[in-house]
């Protein structure tokens, strides 16, 4: 697996934070969920806003900056966590994608929120050729979401 990580400055600070803020209040921002996975190491809740992709019937996760905590955490926890939004919680199962199936979802994904992620991206947009997305597809993990089952 790839081990590309991106380090947030201080505005990808602030914006999640007030994304998160609103996400807790129950304002989604253009499709975001507060992620709650319990941590590898310490077994306690740790939250990050998110962008819920849904895309052609199914719901995935991307890792703009790469293999960030909230991704190591997910692995370590064999995929499960909860989506939150507002008071609603949603426990779900996370299973990752493989790098030759990426490049459609990351395609959808700069589709829907270049704007917002685009500089995690180098230069990289929907727009872009087929070869230029798998290249790139190590680096961004992928998970589809499912609803847990009871």
């Known amino acids: 697996m790839d081990t590309r990580y991106v380090t947030p400055g201080a505005g990808t600070k602030v914006f999640n934070s007030a994304v998160a803020a609103l996400t ?3 304002v989604s921002v253009c499709g975001s969920r507060v992620l709650y996975v319990k941590g590898r190491t310490s077994g306690q809740w740790r939250s990050t806003p998110v962008n819920l992709l849904s895309h052609e019937g199914s719901r995935y996760l ?3 900056r ?6 190591r955490n997910l692995r370590a926890a064999d995929g499960n966590g909860e989506l939150h939004l507002g008071r609603r919680v949603e426990p779900f199962h996370a299973a990752e994608l493989d790098d030759d199936v990426k490049p459609e979802v990351l395609r959808a994904y ?6 917002e992620v685009g500089v995690f991206f180098d230069g990289v947009d929907a727009k872009a050729p087929e070869e230029t997305l798998r290249r790139i597809a190590p680096g961004y993990p992928v998970f589809r979401i499912e609803r847990a089952r009871d």
């Open 66 to 71: 790469g293999t960030t905590q909230w991704v």
């Open 62 to 64: 991307v890792a703009p």
């Open 110 to 115: 700069l589709r829907r929120w270049k704007m």
């Open 24 to 26: 807790k209040l129950g």
